[in-house]
């Protein structure tokens, strides 16, 4: 196909349509008046010979066809900005753009403010956007990362990217603090018998604690699930059950939070959290830089007051 006869300028009211599902929220997205949006979705129907958006009782929902163009417009979109917003010499101390990184909210409590603290010591006019890893994401990781700076995670789960270590912790186990069943350390009878709390638990979701627990006999009874390490606590509290948490995480919760921290009953080992990356832009000054301020903010550097 040759571009020179493509109009690229339909990949925004494409990428505008699909994300929005309506013409008239696609229309007010861009400032632009209905029927003009209505011209490029008929323009786009004419050459992908899709209807993209039907009609199916009072909304619009995507063709089949639209929703693989939805992810992949997507990612165009953001690699075009990239070209568009390089700079010749990169300067921190001016640049506007905005770096993005997805994290659980585990890393967000514990190494996000950081990295905040120093970019706007080193990059001012820079913006920090983040993302949650949510098991789907962390599955098109590859994909997720031609979109997005870095991704934040431990090992286990990515391969054959690009990476840096960051910093390592210590897997604990939760009880409620009024629970007198348990002593200073979970035994292996009440990890068995005890209800769990378990966070990112499913076919190819869980934490490596989770699934080194398991490897070593230990089949939790999963009572709870949730994608979010913060909601841990508050489902632990003045119940029975029993949760895997990060020292730090633990160790950053206000008093009176209604948990304490035991021994686990096997050996999990460390957690060391990773930042991953598309190679392409392994050699991005930029990117290179904003590399560079994340893992001095992992290793506890703070900007001077």
């Known amino acids: 196909m040759n571009l020179a006869n493509l109009d690229l300028n339909l990949l925004v009211p494409l990428d505008a349509l699909l994300q929005e599902r309506s013409v008239t929220r696609a229309a007010e997205r861009l400032l632009l008046s209905q029927p003009a ?19 199916v009782g009072n909304t619009y929902q995507l063709t089949p066809l639209a929703e693989q163009l939805a992810a992949r417009t997507r990612v165009l979109l953001a690699d075009v900005e990239r070209v568009f917003s ?3 010499d990169f300067d921190p101390r001016t640049t506007t753009r905005e770096f993005t990184m997805v994290t659980s909210d585990y890393s967000s409590t514990v190494l996000a403010p950081l990295v905040v603290a120093l970019l706007d010591a080193e990059a001012p006019r820079a913006r920090l956007r983040l993302s949650a890893n949510t098991p789907r994401v962390v599955d098109g990781a590859e994909r997720v990362l031609l979109s997005t700076d870095l991704m934040v995670m431990p090992h286990g789960f990515v391969a054959d990217l690009p990476h840096q270590d960051l910093h390592r912790d210590e897997w604990v186990c939760v009880v ?3 629970n007198t069943e348990v002593g200073e ?3 292996l009878e009440q990890a068995r018998t005890m209800p769990w709390v378990a966070s990112y638990h499913g076919p190819t979701a869980s934490t490596p604690a989770a699934r080194q627990m398991r490897m070593l006999g230990v ?6 699930v949730t994608e979010n390490f913060l909601t841990v606590p508050g489902l632990v509290a003045g119940s029975g059950r029993v949760a895997l948490l990060q020292q730090r995480l633990v160790d950053a919760l206000p008093p009176g939070s209604g948990v304490r921290a035991v021994a686990c009953p096997v050996e999990v080992g460390p957690l060391i959290e990773a930042m991953w990356w598309h190679p392409s832009y392994t050699p991005d000054p930029e990117h290179s830089f904003f590399r560079d301020l994340v893992l001095r903010a992992a290793q506890g550097t703070t900007p001077p007051p």
């Open 219 to 224: 089949e939790p009874h999963v009572q709870v």
């Open 185 to 187: 350390t979970l035994s």
């Open 176 to 178: 409620a603090a009024d």
């Open 86 to 88: 390089a700079e010749p």
């Open 37 to 55: 949006l209505s011209a490029s979705l008929a323009r786009l129907r004419r050459h992908f010979d899709d209807p993209l958006l039907v009609r």
